[in-house]
Nanobody, 135 residues
């Protein structure tokens, strides 16, 4: 079974950038759908980026343009580049691995939104890395 270790968290000021890494061992990252989740105190865990087995990536509409997920097959690593960070991005960030996710959208009022998988779908999690953004 794959084992995940996150790194790269830290403290930055508003507008700064951080690059998180999720190093995988025990299996190849190409075999899994990966989702980066975050959880702030008192809040539910929410998905912020998805990288599926076929290379498909998606993000919540509110984060598009600021967050970028990538996969390095040679290094067996998933990365999350976070730019223009805001205080509301402060949270513990986790990477999670699971079976292929597929593309899911929700449409309302003629506008469609990507739907990231529920955390309960993932059986493999890293320990998390803290991101703190100060104003």
């Amino acid at each position: 079974q794959v084992h995940l270790v996150e790194s790269g968290g830290g403290s930055v000021q508003t507008g700064g950038s951080l690059r998180l890494s999720c190093a995988a061992s025990g299996d190849t990252v190409r075999n899994y759908c990966f989702v980066w989740f975050r959880q702030a105190p008192g809040s539910e865990r929410e998905g912020v980026a998805l990288f599926d087995t076929d290379g498909y990536t998606t993000y919540p509409n509110a984060l598009k343009g600021r967050f970028t997920v990538s996969r390095d097959n040679a290094k067996n690593i998933l990365s999350l580049q976070m730019d223009s960070l805001k205080p509301e991005d402060t949270a513990m960030y986790y990477c999670a691995a699971g079976p292929p996710c597929g593309k899911k959208t929700h449409c309302s009022g003629g506008v469609c939104y990507p739907v990231l998988p529920d955390p309960s779908r993932f059986g493999v999690w890293g320990q998390g890395t803290q991101v703190t953004v100060s104003s």
